[in-house]
């Protein structure tokens, strides 16, 4: 009989491995998979990944029993996410003056032509990080502007112009893709 996540969730409160262990391997693919989308590459998703795990189990404690408890990793996972690419950020300083005849609507769909997922990823991951983030936490993540202007410390109408910008900087990828037929 497998015993219930709670369980496990309680092992990792008292610093057991087997308990940690569990946790690790029952939700890595999807953590490590959200890591991916949000970074450039493999080897800086490794680090936070790897970095947003032991920060989950330092927080493990935290958890209330409530909700989802995948919902409450996920959270953990985003905010090191956030605070890496915040980092990178004060290095290439964030696009605020931005226009608003630049914005499409935000419910466009972005057409894929079929592209392939792990190609569609790849053009993800080039994406500037400022667009990449607000791409990901909109279409991914759910979020509405406003909340994406609150957790980035940005007005709603850079989130609209980032997401905008990103999908048609995806959208150029893709052409260019299929135009060398590399997919």
């Not at 309680?10 to 308990?19: A, F, T």
């Not at 569990?22 to 970074?39: D, S």
């Not at 499409?104 to 190609?119: C, G, T």
Request: hydrophobic share 40%.
């Amino acid at each position: 009989m497998k015993e219930p996540i709670d369980h496990y969730i309680q092992k990792c409160i008292e610093n057991d491995r087997g308990g940690q262990q569990h946790i690790y391997q029952l939700f890595a693919p999807v953590l490590y998979g959200l890591c991916i989308k949000y970074m450039k590459n493999e080897a800086d998703a490794q680090d936070v990944f790897q970095e947003a795990f032991v920060i989950a189990f330092q927080k493990m404690s935290q958890y209330r029993f409530e909700g989802s408890f995948e919902g409450w990793l996920k959270r953990i996972f985003i905010n090191k996410l956030i605070e890496t690419l915040n980092k990178r950020k004060r290095e290439t300083p964030f696009l605020d003056v931005l226009y608003q005849e630049d914005f499409v609507d935000e419910d466009q769909e972005i057409d894929s032509f079929s592209l392939p997922q792990e190609k569609l990823l790849e053009c993800i991951q080039q994406l500037p990080d400022q667009y990449r983030l607000v791409f990901n936490l909109y279409f991914f993540e759910k979020m509405k502007h406003k909340e994406i202007a609150g957790l980035l410390n940005i007005s709603e109408g850079t989130s609209k112009s980032n997401l905008n910008r990103a999908k048609s900087n995806l959208q150029k990828k893709i052409l260019a893709l299929m135009a060398s037929k590399d997919v």
